[in-house]
Nanobody, 124 residues
Framework: QVQLVESGGGLVQAGGSLRLSCAAS????????MGWFRQAPGKEREFVAV????????DYADSVKGRFTVSRENAKNTVYLQMNSLKPEDTAVYYC?????????????????WGQGTQVTVSS
């Protein structure tokens, strides 16, 4: 049974940093893309970042480029999202997701597995 468990969310002031973790289990994720999405109150879930588990290729939403960094630690089967220079508009529930293959990685409907989400709140 595949499980994705996010952690690391919390309350932070604007300009601060947080690191989210996504612990993956239940299968081998080689060949998978591991994505981060977020959903703010009253808004649709949106793509944030993605990394290929196999070769480390990464992509980011324009709104987070230069501030967020996605990485993976194969030995721990864990994906991270380092978030710096946080802004109030980054406030959302952040989700980790996994899909086979590195195609259409910004499309949330293409993902097979999802975590339960972790709340990030950025105060002004």
């Amino acid at each position: 049974q595949v499980q994705l468990v996010e952690s690391g969310g919390g309350l932070v002031q604007a300009g601060g940093s947080l690191r989210l973790s996504c612990a993956a289990s239940g299968r081998t994720f080689s060949g998978y893309a591991m994505g981060w999405f977020r959903q703010a109150p009253g808004k649709e879930r949106e793509f944030v970042a993605v990394i290929s588990w196999s070769n480390g290729v990464r992509d980011y939403a324009d709104s987070v480029k230069g501030r967020f960094t996605v990485s993976r630690e194969n030995a721990k089967n864990t994906v991270y999202l380092q978030m710096n220079s946080l802004k109030p508009e980054d406030t959302a529930v952040y989700y980790c997701a996994a899909r086979r293959g590195y195609i259409r990685v910004v499309v949330l409907d293409e993902y097979d597995y999802w975590g339960q989400g972790t709340q990030v709140t950025v105060s002004s």
